[in-house]
């Protein structure tokens, strides 16, 4: 999962599956959810995102992440995020 804030534009954007075409959207109330073939969610998008979450979206950087133990829990091969090429 990547989470980004394009402060010029205040969108707050989190995408859960790297590299997956998106081939539907849907917006609801300035909140818009890009949806697969499958109709998997692919990312979630907030448009005005410092009207909607907090003044400043990137404060949200503080995140807890969790991660699941279930043995069905899906997992797309090839995501890698922030990885450095040399």
Known sequence: MKIEYDA?????NIEFLANV????????????IDYAKDKRIVAIEVLDASKRTTRKPSDLI????VKSSRSDAVQEKG????????
């Open 62 to 65: 503080d995140l807890a992440i």
């Open 79 to 86: 995501e890698t995020y922030g990885s450095k090429k040399k």
């Open 21 to 32: 075409p998106i081939d539907d959207s849907l917006e609801v109330d300035g909140v818009v």
């Open 8 to 12: 010029v534009h205040d969108l707050l």
